[in-house]
């Protein structure tokens, strides 16, 4: 499986953006997928995660209510959707998947494939 990451940006304190995730090269509908962040000098961290299905889904504390995480199998898609951005968030967003395993918590190194990342600025 191959992902891309795309959408992000720069954006102002308080805007909205979506950031896709595309697969192609496999049975997409069979992977559970992670977003994660990694800003300057830190960890690579999880962020949001959705089950095969898409009826199950999780954000960490720190982007809950204001990310939403969704799929769309027909199109091999992931989507991160972002609001109420803070200049906190600003990071590099890497999607990644897991072969028929979900978790509420992904770690690094749950994941088997990665797409390149999509920075995302948010100015303050």
């Known amino acids: 499986v191959q992902l891309q990451a795309s959408g992000g940006g720069l954006v102002q304190s308080g805007g909205s953006l979506r950031l896709s995730c595309a697969a192609s090269?496999?049975?997409?509908?069979?992977?559970?997928v992670g977003w994660f962040r990694q800003a300057p000098g830190k960890e690579r961290q999880f962020i949001a995660g959705?089950?095969?299905?898409?009826?199950?889904?999780s954000t960490v504390d720190s982007v809950k209510g204001r990310f939403t995480v969704s799929r769309d199998n027909a199109k091999n898609t992931v989507y991160l959707q972002m609001n109420n951005l803070k200049p906190e968030d600003t990071a590099v967003y890497y999607c990644?998947?897991?072969?028929?395993?979900?978790?509420?918590?992904?770690?690094?190194?749950?994941?088997?494939?990665w797409g390149r990342g999509t920075q995302l600025t948010v100015s303050s």
């Open positions: 959705i089950a095969w299905s898409g009826r199950v889904a």
């Open positions: 990644a998947a897991a072969r028929g395993y979900y978790s509420k918590s992904y770690s690094v190194n749950d994941m088997d494939y």
């Open positions: 090269g496999g049975t997409f509908s069979t992977y559970g």
